[in-house]
């Protein structure tokens, strides 16, 4: 994340009170100062009065100077963050003045966190072939913003591969057997001789690029919107409502937020999230380094249409708890993943101050075997590319890879509809032990955090549902409060009519 001021320095700290990591850049003109020149432009236009009457003119220049309806101050930007000020900008009604301010540690809100370490696995599946809750919803609404974001002549961010998931033991099977006769038949299918699941609606999305990208969709579209934008650590609650009155100064919104969305920073900010961190690393390879399997479909019931390319070339693999996946540029594969489950603080902190020799050197004793054995087995159920350069056998072993990445997530609590993110508002009387009493007087405090391992397939729709709580100034007692019936059927409405007329 850049600095706040144009050209100058940018300093990045990590998510644990620790510098990760220094760089310098230069910025383009940041969201502040493209803000800040619109406006001068059409005060100038105003005072000219060369395109409005009078009458307009004064109401215009009144409208500059009042106070904004509703104002929102994100504390992290990684997936969580960028759905919220998505559609918060996308869903805010014309006549609502919405104003934004973010601040992260990174310019992709990923310093240690899980968005960098991402694979970037999306589709509506759990494990066992069964529909995530808001699974279908979730993915329509992140198609939404991937509709929106993607830049064509740009690197590509997302790719539509597919999915295949081989089965390890005699339950997978029978697991992934019966979803695609039974339960989603058209949506799974099942090569029992092979013991593999496919796919089709499965899509890889290079996470740290795909947050970037809707970062520059805002500062685009969305640059009036954008009061301040900052690159630095968040260290209380407190601290940081100061610093945001200090940049709004006399044009404080009628209703203010201020929302907690740093995934695992988030326990840090407020302690009684019952969050748990769980760190695990990344292998980066070189598409370039390998030869990867074309799968073999011998499904007869999978229509051309379903197929998501027609060489079947890069699809991504899951088995054995580990997997590979081609990144949508076709020149990185990442495979993982360790999981390193109840850290600590201090286990946090000393994960993020490991050298990058060192996160590699764990990385590669905990995951080469495993990788090994799934590219092996991956490789014997599919054919060879017959644009192979080497006549000779086909490869067994990965080749050594280039980076070792390692993220940290915020794990929420089980319940009956599984790993559910929290969102939620902080109590007044627990706002009032955390920080001090005027902060409860002057803002709402409100987490979107415990992500987990479904990120992409939940921070759309969860986004969504709380931007539009936010809008409407409803309650945000917690998820239920803005995941009730009504509001899911109009999203699920919302969502068939996007499909539709993609």
Not at 111 to 137: C, M, N, S, V, Y
Not at 227 to 252: F, P
Request: glycine share 8%; with cysteine; proline share 5%.
């Amino acid at each position: 994340m850049h600095n706040c001021r144009a050209g100058s320095d940018a300093w990045v700290l990590s998510l644990g009170y620790r510098p990760i990591s220094l760089f310098r850049e230069r910025t383009k003109a940041c969201a502040w100062r493209t803000r800040s020149l619109s406006l001068s432009r059409r005060v100038a236009e105003l005072q000219r009065g060369t395109r409005r009457s009078r009458v307009a003119n004064r109401q215009s220049l009144h409208w500059l100077s009042s106070a904004a309806d509703l104002h929102v101050h994100l504390v992290g930007f990684g997936l969580a963050g960028a759905a919220l000020a998505f559609f918060l900008c996308q869903r805010a009604r014309k006549d609502q003045h919405v104003t934004l301010s973010v601040v992260d540690v990174a310019r992709a809100g990923c310093a240690g966190g899980a968005t960098q370490a991402a694979a970037g696995i999306l589709h509506p599946f759990t494990p066992r072939a069964r529909k995530i809750w808001l699974g279908d919803e979730g993915l329509a609404c992140a198609k939404e913003i991937l509709r929106a974001v993607v830049e064509p002549e740009a690197p590509p961010i997302a790719r539509r591969s597919g999915l295949i998931r081989l089965a390890s033991t005699e339950r997978e099977a029978a697991d992934y057997a019966a979803a695609a006769t039974d339960l989603y038949s058209g949506e799974l299918f099942w090569d029992r001789n092979r013991d593999q699941l496919f796919i089709p609606d499965a899509w890889v999305v290079d996470a740290p690029a795909y947050v970037q990208a809707i970062r520059r969709y805002l500062e685009r579209y969305h640059a009036e919107k954008i009061m301040m934008w900052e690159a630095r650590q968040v260290h209380s609650l407190d601290d940081e409502w100061r610093r945001v009155q200090m940049h709004l100064g006399a044009r404080g919104a009628h209703e203010s937020f201020m929302v907690v969305a740093a995934g695992a920073s988030s326990k840090l900010l407020i302690p009684t999230l019952p969050l748990t961190w769980c760190g695990g690393h990344n292998l980066v390879y070189r598409r370039q380094d390998w030869i990867w399997p074309v799968a073999e479909l011998a499904m007869t019931s999978i229509s051309a249409d379903a197929i998501p390319d027609a060489n079947m070339s890069d699809i991504p693999v899951i088995g054995g708890g580990s997997y590979l996946v081609p990144l949508p540029d076709r020149l990185r594969l990442i495979g993982g993943a360790t999981k390193e489950y109840g850290l600590t603080q201090a286990e946090l902190l000393e994960a993020q101050s490991r050298s990058s020799a060192q996160q590699m050197d764990r990385a590669r004793a905990a995951l080469e075997l495993p990788l090994d054995a799934l590219f092996a087995r991956y490789a014997n159920a599919a054919r060879w590319a017959s644009t192979r350069e080497s006549s000779g056998p086909t490869p067994s072993r990965l080749p050594g890879p280039v980076e070792a990445l390692y993220g940290i997530r915020a794990l929420p609590p089980r319940n009956a509809l599984g790993a559910v993110p929290l969102v939620g508002e902080v109590p007044q009387e627990a706002l009032s032990l955390l920080t001090n009493a005027s902060i409860s007087e002057r803002v709402r405090v409100l987490y979107f955090t415990g992500l987990g391992s479904r990120g992409l397939i939940h921070h759309g729709i969860i986004g969504r549902l709380a931007a539009e709580a936010v809008l409407r100034g409803d309650s945000l007692v917690s998820l239920a409060s803005v995941a009730s019936p009504s509001v899911l059927a109009s999203v699920r409405r919302d969502a068939a009519e996007a499909v539709a007329a993609s």
